[in-house]
C-alpha cells in the first residue's frame, strides 16, 4: 500500500486508536498528557503522534476545521489500520442551561453540511459507535465525581463542570450561522454545534470502524456570547480553554478501556 498522501503514513504506523482534535496544536496537548510520544508526521493541517497513556497505546490526529478535511483523516487512518476515532473538540452551545466550560458527548449529529452528501443520502444517521459512547459517558460521569468529591473536602479547588449528553448538529459554515438557523436547532433540542462530527461518523460507519465525540463548550449560540474558532486555545474563553484538558482525559481514560 502506497504512503498516505495527507497524513503521510504507511500501513502499521499507527496505533488502533486515534484521538482527532481538529487542533494541530492540540495534538501536543494531548501527547504532553501522555507518558510517551513520538511524532509520526506532519503536513498542512495534520499532524500525527504516537503516544501511550497508561500502559495503552494510541494515537493523535489533527483534522484541520471543517467535515472535508476530517473525513480525509478519517479516510486515511482506515486505509492504514486505525479501527477508533475519537474527535476531542470545541462546540458552540445551542440550548441557555449550557454553560461555557461544560461538556458534550455526542448520540448523533445532524447533517448541515455537504460532505456526508457525498457519501450517503442525508436519511442516513450520522451517529457514534455504543461501546465508544458508553465509554466516553462513563469516563465523563467518573470524572466528574471524582472532581466534585475533590472540590468538596478541600484537595482541589477545581469544581465539576456539567457533561451533556444528546444529539448535536455539523455546520459547515462558522460566519453563516444566522439566528433563524440557531432558532431552529434550539427548538429541536439540539446541544451544540461543530463542524466535524457528522462526517466522522457517518464515513466511521461505512468503514466499519467504530468513532465518537467529546466536545467542550466554548461559547453560547442563544445566549450571544462569545465563542472559539477551535484553532488555537489562547483563543477560548478562559473557562472553556481549562475545561479542554478535562475533556482530554476523559477521552484518554475511555481510550483504555476500549
Not at 488555537?232 to 472553556?240: N, R, T
Request: glycine content about 8%.
Amino acid at each position: 500500500m502506497a504512503t498516505q498522501p495527507h497524513l503521510l503514513v504507511d500501513e502499521g504506523d499507527l496505533h488502533d486508536v486515534a484521538l482527532i482534535p481538529g487542533d494541530p496544536g492540540r495534538v501536543d496537548r494531548i501527547a504532553a498528557l501522555c507518558d510517551d510520544s513520538e511524532v509520526v508526521s506532519q503536513n498542512r493541517e495534520y499532524k500525527v503522534v504516537n503516544a501511550e497513556y497508561e500502559g495503552t497505546p494510541l494515537t493523535i490526529c489533527s483534522t484541520g476545521i471543517g467535515c472535508p478535511s476530517a473525513a480525509i483523516a478519517v479516510e486515511e487512518l482506515h486505509a492504514v489500520g486505525v479501527e477508533t476515532v475519537i474527535r476531542v473538540g470545541t462546540t458552540g452551545a445551542l440550548q441557555s442551561d449550557i454553560d461555557i466550560g461544560d461538556m458534550v458527548v455526542a448520540t448523533g449529529a445532524a447533517k448541515n453540511e455537504g460532505t456526508s452528501r457525498r457519501y450517503e443520502a442525508v436519511e442516513y444517521p450520522a451517529v457514534p459507535d455504543y461501546d465508544v459512547l458508553s465509554a466516553l459517558v462513563d469516563s465523563a460521569e467518573s470524572n466528574e465525581e471524582r472532581a466534585a468529591g475533590e472540590a468538596a473536602d478541600g484537595t482541589s479547588g477545581e469544581a465539576a463542570s456539567r457533561v451533556h449528553v444528546g444529539p448535536i448538529a455539523s455546520d459547515d459554515a462558522f460566519y453563516a450561522e444566522t439566528d433563524e438557523y440557531v432558532a431552529d436547532w434550539e427548538a429541536a433540542n439540539i446541544l451544540c454545534v461543530e463542524m466535524e462530527a457528522a462526517a466522522v461518523f457517518s464515513i466511521a460507519r461505512r468503514k466499519g470502524m467504530r468513532a465518537g465525540a467529546i466536545c467542550t463548550v466554548d461559547g453560547n449560540l442563544v445566549e450571544g456570547t462569545q465563542k472559539g474558532t477551535d484553532t488555537e486555545d489562547e483563543e477560548l474563553p478562559e473557562k472553556a480553554k481549562n475545561n479542554v484538558e478535562r475533556a482530554i482525559r476523559i477521552a484518554l481514560d475511555a481510550v483504555t478501556t476500549l
